[in-house]
């Protein structure tokens, strides 16, 4: 199965800051890779999927890159509304799918 | 609006079975694939099975292979996870969610499973 390794695990920091996430997968999975947003009691809610294709209604200060195996998720300016934890996840070929880790944001 | 909502979660013994339903509106169920995605308390979160628009193709991670069955109801709009052989270890808050590819598009908003004696 492939392995998303995500990283930090955590941060702190201030509103307007520039924040950024990395998920590395094991092996090459090309763009078949998506970022959530969840906040505490909530349902995850698909931010950007196949790495770098926002999805609608999401504010732009949120972006992704990458491709193959190194992934790279942004936040342009940290809002306090943007506090909650970011996952990863790889869609290669056939399941299963995993997810990475998560990343708790925190304000400063 | 697409609206995805979970029921069926509950206190069941170890070993003990339950059938989570997951209930779809608002677009043309049979046109998506379907995922049941898990999160243990605090923790973070796992993909559990997902089965194509018609049915003929599902898929299971290996913790719960051979004890879940994910099955669907196009005629019914509706999602359901079978789950045999409980263990402590499955206890979770059970999402159902839609993709066309692997994008999780739409969530539902959970139901809490609790497997203890």
Known sequence: ?108 | EVQLVESGGGLVQPGGSLRLSCAASGFTFSSYWMSWVRQAPGKGLEWVANIKQDGSEKYYVDSVKGRFTISRDNAKNSLYLQMNSLRAEDTAVYYCARHEFGDLDYWGQGTLVTVSS
Request: charged share 15%; net charge negative.
């Open chain 1, 1 to 108: 199965d492939i392995q998303m390794t995500q990283s930090p695990s955590s941060l702190s920091a201030s509103v307007g800051d520039r924040v950024t996430i990395t998920c590395q997968a094991s092996q090459d999975i090309s763009n078949y890779l998506n970022w959530y947003q969840q906040k505490p009691g909530k349902a995850p809610k698909l931010l950007i999927y196949d790495a770098s294709n926002l999805e609608a209604g999401v504010p732009s200060r949120f972006s992704g890159s990458g491709s193959g195996t190194d992934f790279t998720f942004t936040i342009s300016s940290l809002q306090p509304e943007d506090i909650a934890t970011y996952y990863c996840q790889q869609y290669d070929t056939l399941p299963p799918w995993t997810f990475g880790r998560g990343t708790k944001v925190e304000i400063k």
